[in-house]
C-alpha cells in the first residue's frame, strides 16, 4: 500500500529552562490550532541543546502542561540531546562543502563592530584554540513573506551574517539544529513568536542548502511585560500551571485575535479548542509584534 504523507506537519519547539508561561502557552496554541484547523500533525520537540540553560524536570513539566490545556500532540516527542550525532554529522557535510570557518571573536569585540558579526576571521583558516563555528555566508535572501506579517524585509547584514553553528563550548547552535530538525522531522509550516521573526531568511536559506524545500513561516505576536520586555522565564513571567485554564485559554484566543463567544469563555478547554479549531484563520491573528499583557487582561 502506498505511504501517504500529511500534508501538513507543524510543531511546537519550547526550550524546557522552566515551567511553560502564557508567552510560551500562546506559540504552542498558535501553532496547535493552524495545524488542527488544516487536519494536520502536530509535534513536540524539546530544544535542549543549550544545556546550561536547562532545569531538570521542566521538560515533563511542559509536557504536563500542554496536557492540562488539552494541547495533544502527535507521536512521540523529540528531543535534541539526543541527537547530536547527526548534528555533527551536518557540520562534516558542511566543513567538507567549505562552508564553515573558526572564529576566534570575543562577544566584546563583535559588540563593539556594531553586533553583527563581520567576517573577520574568514580569511584566517583558523584550525586551533578554542574556536567556534561559523557558516559562510551564501545566498540568503533578505526578504520573505510571512504568513501573518506579510511581506518581510531583514537588513542585509544581518541576514547575511556568518553566523555560529557550533559555540566555543562545543555546544551546536540552536540556528543549526532547529533547521536540521525541521528538515528531518518534515515539518511544512513553522509558526512561532515574533522574536524569531528576523532570524527566518537565514534559516530558510541553510534549509536549502541542505537540499530540502523550507517550511512557510508564519510570526505570532508576543506577549510582553511592557514594551520591549518579553515575557520569560527569566523575568519570571508566572508559571501558567497555577492559574484557573478555562480563563487563561479565553485569555491566550483573545489574544490570539479569536475571542470565544461568552457561552464558551469561561467552558472548559477542551471546548475552548474545539470552538477555535473551527473558527481559526490567520487572517485574524493581530500583525503587532508586541501586545503588552495588560491590553488582554
Ligand atoms: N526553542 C525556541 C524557543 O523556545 C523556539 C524555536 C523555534 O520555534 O524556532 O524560543
Request: some cysteine.
Amino acid at each position: 500500500m502506498p505511504i501517504t504523507l500529511p500534508s501538513y506537519i507543524g510543531r511546537f519547539a519550547p526550550s524546557p529552562s522552566g515551567p511553560l508561561h502564557f508567552g510560551s502557552l500562546i506559540a504552542a496554541v498558535g501553532s496547535y490550532l493552524q495545524a488542527r484547523s488544516q487536519h494536520g500533525q502536530w509535534l513536540v520537540r524539546m530544544e535542549d541543546i543549550d544545556t546550561p540553560r536547562m532545569v531538570a524536570g521542566s521538560d515533563s513539566d511542559i509536557l504536563r502542561t500542554l496536557e492540562q490545556f488539552g494541547l495533544q500532540w502527535d507521536g512521540a516527542v523529540l528531543y535534541q540531546s539526543q541527537r547530536l550525532e547527526r548534528y555533527e554529522q551536518i557540520i562534516e557535510h558542511l566543513k567538507q562543502q567549505q562552508l564553515v570557518y573558526g572564529c576566534q571573536c570575543s562577544r566584546k569585540q563583535i559588540s563593539d563592530d556594531g553586533g553583527v558579526y563581520n567576517g573577520r576571521c574568514a580569511p584566517l583558516n583558523l584550525s586551533s584554540g578554542p574556536l567556534a563555528w561559523r557558516l559562510k555566508s551564501h545566498t540568503v535572501e533578505c526578504q520573505f513573506t510571512d504568513l501573518i506579517f506579510g511581506q518581510q524585509q531583514i537588513p542585509t547584514a544581518l541576514a547575511q551574517e556568518d553566523y555560529i553553528i557550533k559555540r566555543r563550548d562545543g555546544l551546536f547552535a540552536y540556528q543549526l539544529v532547529v533547521v536540521v530538525d525541521d528538515i528531518d522531522q518534515g515539518i511544512t509550516e513553522v509558526i512561532r513568536g515574533a522574536d524569531l521573526l528576523s532570524m527566518t531568511p537565514r534559516q530558510q536559506a541553510l534549509c536549502s542548502l541542505l537540499g530540502a524545500t523550507p517550511p512557510r513561516y508564519g510570526h505570532l505576536p508576543l506577549a510582553v511585560l511592557e514594551a520591549g520586555f518579553k515575557l520569560s522565564k527569566q523575568n519570571h513571567a508566572a508559571a501558567i500551571n497555577q492559574w484557573p485554564q478555562a480563563q487563561v485559554m479565553s485569555k491566550v484566543l483573545c489574544f490570539l485575535g479569536h475571542p470565544p463567544p461568552s457561552d464558551i469563555n469561561q467552558a472548559p478547554v477542551s471546548e475552548q479548542l474545539t470552538w477555535a479549531i473551527k473558527h481559526w484563520q490567520l487572517g485574524k491573528v493581530p500583525r503587532q509584534m508586541e501586545i503588552s499583557q495588560t491590553e488582554f487582561r
